[in-house]
């Protein structure tokens, strides 16, 4: 749901109503245990700076942004290791 309420408040201009619907996707998704969509609600958000700055190198915060999602990435693949065994 928050997903979708991000999605609404960037059509409709309201940039700061999609950061905190994406910050409260990412938080509830954190509080769940659920990796899988902390990433996913983190990838929605990277594409919809990436549209906002005109590349994803562009927008603020970069560093921080790729290192969380390259540390929801090593722990999704740490869960599947552990279901594979």
Do not use: W
């Not at 769940?32 to 958000?45: F, G, S, T, V, W």
């Not at 999704?76 to 552990?82: F, T």
């Amino acid at each position: 749901m928050k997903l979708m309420v991000m999605k609404l408040n960037t059509a409709l201009g309201d940039h700061d109503g999609s950061m905190n619907a994406a910050e409260e996707a990412m938080r509830l998704a954190r509080e769940a245990d659920r990796p899988d969509l902390e990433l996913e609600a983190l990838e929605m958000h990277g594409s919809i700076q990436s549209q906002r700055y005109g590349g994803i190198q562009n927008m603020p915060q970069f560093e921080l942004f790729s290192g969380k999602k390259e540390e929801l990435k090593k722990r999704l693949s740490n869960i599947n290791e552990d279901c594979d065994k």
